[in-house]
Structure formats: C-alpha cells, structure tokens
C-alpha cells in the first residue's frame, strides 16, 4: 500500500501534508509532518497539483483557503475537531457583538467561518508573537480556547476576553496524571502544550507547541521526558532522538491523549483518496477569500 500511495503521489504530482498527530504508519508516508504553523506555510509553498491532507477538517480548509486553485483533498471528510465544534460560527457572531472595537484573534484550530470573523489567526507556536505584535492597549477577544487564551493572558500580561471552548483531549488531563507520572519517572522532564487546563500546567517545566516540545527535546541533555499532549508527538520524538525515553500520560476514566479525529487518517482512506481524488474540500471563493486575510496576517507577522 506504500509502495501505492508512493507511485500515485508521483503519477498525481501530489503530496501529503501530515500533523504530528496522526498514526505512525501515516506519518511515514507524509511528505512533511509537522504543526499548524508548519503545515499552513507548507501549504503555501507548495507546487504540487494535489494537496491531500492528513489532519482534521479545518486544517483541509486551511490549505484550501491558502490554495484556492489547487485540488485539496481529505482521507475522511468526517475527520472534525472538538475544539472548532465548541465554537459555531453564528453563535460566534452573536459573542462579538458584545466587544465592538476588539481585535479578533482565532487560534488556528477553528472552522473557516470562525476565520471569516477574525482579524488575525494564531497557532500555539506563534500566539505569543502576535499578541505581543499588537499595540499593549489594544483591545483582544481570543477564541476557541479558553486554555490557551488564559496561558497566553498569563505570559503577556494582557486581559483578553476569551470564548469558552476546549480541546477534548487536552481538556481532560488532569493534575493527578501528571504528579502520578512524575513520582514513576522522578528523572523525567515534563513538556505540556498550552491547551491544557492551568491546573495542569503548573507541573509542567516547559510548556509549548508540539514544534516547541521537539526544539526542547533535541537541545536537552535529559534522557526521559513526559509528554503532556496527544499521543501521536510520540513517534516523531521516537524517532528523531531514538536514545531518549518519552512517557504518554495513562488513559483516565474520562479519556485518553489520543485524538479520535486524527486517528480516522489511514493508509487504506489515504490510498483511496489518491485513486479517486475524492472526497475533495470544497468551499464558497467568497469565504474563502474572507477566510484568507487572517491567516495570510499571521504568516505575515511569522
């Protein structure tokens, strides 16, 4: 099946763009994995005629949106995210009436409506960067995440009006995984993305994005770490630093750190993809090109 995928993408002048989250054996067969950031600037510069995108719903539409004369396609077009599910856009629309004369930052992880309405889109990679871009008395609502949007008033300093949304997996890690895991791996450091609760993040002795958590790995002489994120960072960890030992959080009664979502891209839908060009993400010029202007502001500020 690799060897099909490998000949369709060269047949197709296709490529695969993958999130870290993704299974292993779809990883592999990526032509690049990586974040948010990564895969949207990935997105732009690529020539290839097909995109085919192995990630989450909004992600697909992003690089539509960045790509609105090339074919994107999605392995399983029901592939959603919790996050951008807790943020409709109507009822979006109705929240910011309240804040007239805010600026509207979106983290990546929401629907193309959702970005229709922003002024500037970030990721957990760059949120920091264009807070501080933004004048100190510049007026902020942020949006979907209320973990994020709390971790990011913390490190600014500033008092952004934040919509109450979360990530299902993130959201349901909880403090007494994380003291359980360190007093099993008292060497351990732990890394922690910013979509947890606070609560979380207090144990935590570095906490960032998914890039930033490998960026720390490679530059650490600590041989354990644990990882406070979606399990699928593992086997990209794994890889990169194979005499390094890296611990996932234990699945808990309320769930586990594995993204259900991201999990549906597989080698089989993938392969299918290719041989059919479908299902391929389509979406109205016109919200497409609204959608546009937020995003291509945050590749702007970097």
């Given at each position: 099946?690799?060897?099909?995928?490998?000949?369709?993408?060269?047949?197709?002048?296709?490529i695969i763009l993958a999130h870290y989250y993704c299974r292993p054996e779809?990883?592999?067969?990526?032509?690049?994995?990586?974040?948010?950031?990564?895969?949207?600037?990935?997105?732009?510069?690529?020539?290839?005629?097909?995109?085919?995108?192995?990630?989450?719903?909004?992600?697909?539409?992003?690089?539509?949106?960045?790509?609105?004369?090339?074919?994107?396609?999605?392995?399983?077009?029901?592939?959603?995210?919790?996050?951008?599910?807790?943020?409709?856009?109507?009822?979006?629309?109705?929240?910011?009436?309240?804040?007239?004369?805010?600026?509207?930052?979106?983290?990546?992880?929401?629907?193309?409506?959702?970005?229709?309405?922003?002024?500037?889109?970030?990721?957990?990679?760059?949120?920091?960067?264009?807070?501080?871009?933004?004048?100190?008395?510049?007026?902020?609502?942020?949006?979907?995440?209320?973990?994020?949007?709390?971790?990011?008033?913390?490190?600014?300093?500033?008092?952004?009006?934040?919509?109450?949304?979360?990530?299902?997996?993130?959201?349901?890690?909880r403090p007494e995984d994380i003291v359980a895991a360190q007093q099993q791996?008292?060497?351990?450091?732990?890394?922690?993305?910013?979509?947890?609760?606070?609560?979380?993040?207090?144990?935590?002795?570095?906490?960032?994005?998914?890039?930033?958590?490998?960026?720390?790995?490679?530059?650490?002489?600590?041989?354990?770490?644990?990882?406070?994120?979606?399990?699928?960072?593992?086997?990209?960890?794994?890889?990169?630093?194979?005499?390094?030992?890296?611990?996932?959080?234990?699945?808990?009664?309320?769930?586990?750190?594995?993204?259900?979502?991201?999990?549906?891209?597989?080698?089989?839908n993938i392969c299918r993809a290719l041989e059919t060009e479908q299902p391929?993400?389509?979406?109205?010029?016109?919200?497409?090109?609204?959608?546009?202007?937020?995003?291509?502001?945050?590749?702007?500020?970097?």
């Open positions: 099946m690799k060897e099909r995928i490998a000949s369709l993408k060269k047949s197709k002048n296709a779809v990883q592999e067969i990526a032509d690049f994995v990586g974040d948010s950031l990564a895969l949207s600037q990935k997105a732009v510069a690529t020539d290839a005629d097909i995109i085919l995108f192995a990630g989450v719903h909004f992600m697909a539409e992003t690089a539509k949106i960045l790509n609105p004369t090339k074919k994107v396609l999605i392995p399983d077009l029901s592939a959603g995210c919790s996050l951008a599910d807790s943020c409709p856009d109507a009822d979006f629309e109705k929240f910011l009436q309240k804040y007239p004369g805010h600026t509207v930052l979106s983290y990546i992880n929401c629907s193309a409506r959702v970005k229709a309405l922003s002024d500037i889109i970030v990721t957990s990679g760059n949120a920091l960067r264009v807070v501080n871009s933004l004048p100190a008395n510049a007026k902020i609502v942020f949006a979907p995440d209320r973990n994020l949007g709390r971790y990011i008033n913390e490190k600014t300093g500033r008092n952004m009006v934040l919509w109450d949304g979360a990530c299902h997996v993130h959201d349901h890690i791996h008292p060497e351990a450091q732990t890394l922690a993305h910013p979509e947890c609760p606070e609560s979380v993040l207090r144990h935590a002795n570095i906490i960032g994005s998914t890039a930033a958590m490998l960026k720390e790995v490679a530059k650490s002489d600590r041989k354990e770490f644990i990882v406070v994120t979606e399990s699928g960072i593992l086997h990209e960890l794994q890889k990169q630093h194979p005499d390094k030992v890296f611990y996932p959080i234990a699945p808990t009664a309320e769930g586990c750190t594995n993204c259900q979502y991201m999990k549906q891209n597989t080698l089989e391929e993400l389509l979406m109205e010029p016109e919200l497409m090109n609204r959608a546009r202007k937020p995003i291509e502001r945050m590749l702007e500020i970097g």
